[in-house]
């Protein structure tokens, strides 16, 4: 199994970024999939999640009106559309496969996002 992410980097507030999370290793349709943050000094945050089919998604309220969260089941990738970015989403983002009731058994590597002007 592996999740492998790209798309994070330094933005301005006011700023877009878009992560993404290409996976390899199981039928990436059948599970729930998250994004976590851990900002500087700070425990794991869940941010957002979806549901197999795409069908239904989550947000914290932190971020709800802001972030979009899809996927693209024929190229198992999982995406984090971030906009209006605030200093204060600055953090290392994770993909993770799982939902909070159940947990997470695979996490990707983790990308930095910088909030800052």
């Known amino acids: 199994v592996q999740l492998v992410e790209s798309g994070g980097g330094l933005v301005q507030p006011g700023g877009s970024l878009r992560h993404s999370c290409a996976t390899a290793?199981?039928?990436?349709?059948?599970?729930?999939m998250t994004w976590v943050r851990q900002a500087p000094g700070k425990g794991l945050e869940w941010v957002s999640g979806?549901?197999?089919?795409?069908?239904?998604?989550s947000y914290d309220d932190s971020v709800k009106g802001r972030f979009t969260v899809s996927r693209d089941n024929a190229k198992n990738t999982l995406y984090l559309q971030m906009n209006s970015l605030k200093p204060e989403d600055t953090a290392v983002y994770y993909c993770?496969?799982?939902?909070?009731?159940?947990?997470?058994?695979?996490w990707g590597q983790g990308t930095q996002v910088t909030v800052s002007s």
């Open positions: 993770a496969r799982g939902d909070s009731m159940d947990g997470y058994d695979y």
């Open positions: 290793g199981f039928n990436f349709s059948y599970y729930e």
């Open positions: 979806i549901n197999g089919a795409g069908s239904r998604t």
